[in-house]
């Protein structure tokens, strides 16, 4: 398989479950505003819709959308417990929380990234998302991960998300629960792994 993706990015939860699982895989570097690879290639080719993450199967068929992605990993090695198996009630409840992250936390986020954005739509937006974080706060005071006691795809998303709040001006020690979670999910292993294997991609020339 092919990961094509963009440090600091969303496609940084399906790579961390790619290390999880310990799947090989290739990294290809995409500039999100040219559009061009870190292998000469036009991203566009791969992916109509412009935007990481993508994952080239070895079949050559491309998977696009995060939380498309990172469940179709996990089914890949079921027994590693990233996703419960599919037809139970609670792959449904893996579904409810990626869909509150990308709907919710991404999306909502995602114009804090407009450097032109008039200052009071900029704090309508960030306290829109302290509300949400208010009750995933609330959630995670009473279970360490999203869906329990066990790391899923979920918190990689989720955990990649709350990544860029800083760079908001969003300051996360305002919810405890929060600040601890993405500290612990930033001292695994395959957080460390993956920021080692995108460091290692030469810029897009």
């Excluded at 290739?26 to 040219?34: I, K, P």
């Excluded at 998977?63 to 992605?69: D, F, R």
Aim: aromatic share 10%.
């Amino acid at each position: 398989m092919k990961l094509y993706f963009a440090a600091g990015t969303c496609s940084f939860s399906p790579h961390i479950v790619l290390q999880e699982l310990r799947l090989p895989y290739g990294l290809v570097r995409v500039d999100n505003r040219s559009k061009r690879l870190s292998d000469g290639g036009d991203f566009l080719a791969v992916n109509p819709k412009g935007y990481v993450a993508a994952l080239q199967l070895d079949t050559g068929e491309v998977l696009t959308e995060g939380p498309a992605l990172v469940q179709y990993l996990a089914d890949l090695r079921p027994e590693a417990g990233l996703a419960p198996p599919n037809g139970t009630l609670e792959r449904v409840r893996l579904q409810e929380w990626l869909n509150v992250v990308t709907s919710e936390i991404h999306a909502g986020s995602a114009p804090l990234f407009d450097k032109d954005l008039p200052d009071a739509v900029r704090e309508r937006f960030k306290s829109r998302l302290s509300r949400r974080f208010d009750w995933i706060e609330a959630a995670l005071a009473r279970t360490p991960y999203l869906m329990g006691d066990g790391f899923t795809v979920a918190d990689a998303y989720l955990f990649t998300v709350l990544g860029w709040m800083p760079g908001f001006g969003i300051e996360l020690a305002g919810w405890p629960a929060i600040a601890a979670y993405v500290r612990g999910i930033a001292a695994r292993p395959s957080v460390a792994a993956a920021l080692a294997r995108e460091a290692e991609v030469p810029a897009v020339a």
